[in-house]
T-cell receptor, first 110, second 114 residues
């Protein structure tokens, strides 16, 4: 992919469980963003973490960033069926060119 | 705000025909991005504009693809002639021209070339 990788490619969990998705990148970054995409729709921005931050929370979302390993993780706690979607990490490179990872498809089973 | 508006939502055309996809960004946003999304290749950045000027078009697959942004409220992506391998979802996004500004996406155009 264009400088980003994510794993797992697909994840299936029971409602109430936690879901963890990982993202790795190759370039230096100022920030890393996570987006969500429901089937047939555009992407929606979830959270942004800056390169000088290690962890950030927003509701049931927790994002970590390890710049030494060039990796980030997104944790969704107490998952719900409505969290079923694809999740993408993204990061701006030179001249604000925003590159996306391949995404993780999350299925939350009621 | 109505968000980013793309049209049409679906387009079915025959190989060799010209296809024009349209995007209206959010008012006040000065960066605009065109992405192509497929199962095989994921989200590919085709081209992006800053203040209506194309900054990077290195992702445009070949000369059959062209994009314009004649003003701050409108952009087009044209494929001429279209080929079956162009079948994909084309997504447009806009943002403020800052590295910490999130992208706002339209719902995309699903293109099928037969």
């Amino acid at each position: 992919s264009q400088q980003g990788e994510e794993d797992p490619q697909a994840l299936s969990i029971q409602e109430g469980e936690n879901a963890t998705m990982n993202c790795s990148y190759k370039t230096s970054i100022n920030n890393l963003q996570w987006y969500r995409q429901n089937s047939g729709r555009g992407l929606v921005h979830l959270i942004l973490i800056r390169s000088n931050e290690r962890e950030k929370h927003s509701g049931r979302l927790r994002v970590t960033l390890d710049t030494s390993k060039k990796s980030s993780s997104l944790l969704i706690t107490a998952s719900r069926a409505a969290d079923t979607a694809s999740y993408f990490c993204a990061f701006p490179t030179s001249y604000d060119k925003v590159i996306f990872g391949p995404g993780t498809s999350l299925s939350v089973i009621p | 705000d109505a968000g980013v508006i793309q049209s049409p939502r679906h387009e079915v055309t025959e190989m060799g025909q010209e296809v024009t996809l349209r995007c209206k960004p959010i008012s006040g946003h000065n960066s605009l991005f065109w992405y192509r999304q497929t199962m095989m290749r994921g989200l590919e950045l085709l081209i992006y504009f800053n203040n209506n000027v194309p900054i990077d078009d290195s992702g445009m697959p070949e000369d059959r693809f062209s994009a314009k942004m004649p003003n701050a409220s409108f952009s087009t992506l044209k494929i001429q002639p279209s080929e079956p391998r162009d079948s994909a979802v084309y997504l447009c996004a806009s943002s403020l021209a800052r590295t910490d500004s999130p992208l706002h996406f339209g719902n995309g155009t699903r293109l099928t070339v037969t």
